[in-house]
């Protein structure tokens, strides 16, 4: 059993939706940029990290789900994933700022 499972959307739609979408606001760099620290670190048997389709969140993402807790959150650039992967993954305090707060 893992710790933490990481879910990384990385959902895909034409240009010019409403709704927008993780991958045209690089959650695929993201997604990498976890699996691989997670196997540098040596994470791998308590950290999961999982590329997974739509959210339903696209227009907040790049959206990123980490359970057990089930904190959402938008990451707005990658290489903010660090500090959650320091603080929240390494650290066990959730990163408040990149909660994702749906308006």
Known sequence: MYKYHIFCCVNQREPGNPKGCCQSKASQ???EFFKKTVHERGLKKSVRVTECGCLAACQFG???VVYPEGIWYS???P???REILEKHIMGGEP???FFMKKE
């Open 75 to 77: 990451i707005p650039k």
């Open 95 to 97: 990163v408040e700022k």
């Open 62 to 64: 790049p959206s990123v």
């Open 29 to 31: 760099t993201t997604l």
């Open 79 to 81: 290489e903010d994933a």
